[in-house]
């Protein structure tokens, strides 16, 4: 058994705190607001996961020196937009090198920066990992079973995140590919948010099969150039996070998609979801990036101009639609002209 920080008390941070404790371990949840940590610790419940109770040896604070204390390894579980600050926060508690485990996903768009790399940034000493992939803190929560993968640039750490968190119903893999892990988990929100917008459109199963297959398209051109490996792009981090960011109701980038397909504008609708979407804070992000290494991502610049610019979802898709001819990929080369 081993002490595990968790930074952030969200629905993500909840889900994996219920699963640490299930493993084993003595699990301290750090929340933002001390109100928060009060309710979670005597209501033992999340607001957000109905059907989850949260056992009675799991701590709650609001106290980060009492959260990262003890050299335990720490999850930073918080929204990409708070890694930053959260993580100048823990920085001056961390006196020696510790394990940190980002699950968070997105890119941080003032830096074009991955969150490892902010983390790092913040945090000289910390040996950062992640962990990602297709896993809803819904299901997670309840104990159904789930499959990630944990990605470090030493094997050491992989595998020390994988014995952290491996149990019946949560399989762990490892990865050095911490490039290519963080750009599928931030830039999928993206697309879920166009597979939303679809459905809030009326179209059909055939539209979103062509927006997560063409989406993992982009995400696998533009990570690759980053540095990322196609290998992770056709895995767990990739399109299996896609997968099931397009198709769930529990994906709130889909749920706030659907809104904007339905005539909601971009504020609306993360008002009518009430919770952080990523998708929305991780789309310019991606064209920033798409620019940056001159990589073409209709489907992203698209998603852009409905959330920012005022465009119709319809006449987006339209647009998608008409582009000019092309062949579905350069790779395949035609023995015949």
Request: net charge negative; charged share 20%.
């Amino acid at each position: 058994m081993a002490e595990i920080g968790i930074i952030g008390a969200g629905t993500w941070g909840t889900a994996l705190g219920v699963l640490l404790h299930n493993n084993g371990h003595r699990v301290t949840m750090w929340s933002a607001f001390e109100e928060d940590a009060r309710e979670l610790r005597e209501r033992r419940v999340h607001k957000n996961l109905p059907g989850v109770a949260l056992p009675d040896e799991m701590d709650f604070t609001a106290s980060m020196e009492e959260a990262v204390s003890g050299g335990k390894p720490l999850v930073l579980a918080v929204p990409s937009i708070y890694v930053r600050t959260t993580a100048r926060a823990m920085a001056p508690f961390l006196k020696d090198s510790r394990l940190i485990i980002n699950v968070s996903k997105g890119i941080e768009e003032s830096t074009l920066m991955t969150l490892t790399q902010v983390i790092e940034e913040e945090i000289p000493g910390a040996s950062a990992a992640v962990l990602s992939g297709p896993s809803h803190a819904e299901e997670v929560g309840k104990g159904l079973p789930t499959t990630c993968v944990a990605g470090a640039g030493e094997r050491s750490l992989a595998q020390a995140v994988q014995s952290i968190f491996m149990s019946p119903v949560f399989r762990v893999y490892t990865s050095p590919d911490i490039m290519g892990i963080e750009v599928g988990g931030a830039l999928k929100n993206v697309i879920a948010l166009a597979a939303g917008i679809a459905d809030g459109l009326g179209y059909g199963d055939n539209t979103k099969a062509a927006l997560i297959t063409r989406g993992i398209h982009e995400i696998a051109r533009l990570g690759m150039e980053m540095g990322g490996a196609f290998e992770t792009f056709s895995g767990l981090t990739g399109i299996g996070d896609l997968i099931v960011t397009c198709a769930s109701l529990h994906s709130r980038n889909r749920r706030a998609g659907i809104l904007i397909g339905k005539g909601y504008s971009m504020k609306e609708a993360m008002r009518e979801v009430n919770m952080v979407v990523e998708g929305v804070y991780s789309a310019r992000a991606a064209r920033l990036l798409a620019q940056k290494y001159k990589v073409s991502m209709p489907i992203v610049e698209q998603v852009n101009q409905v959330l920012f610019e005022g465009k119709s979802p319809a006449e987006a898709v339209r647009e998608l639609m008409m582009r000019d001819r092309t062949s579905e990929t350069e790779a395949l080369l035609w023995s015949r002209t």
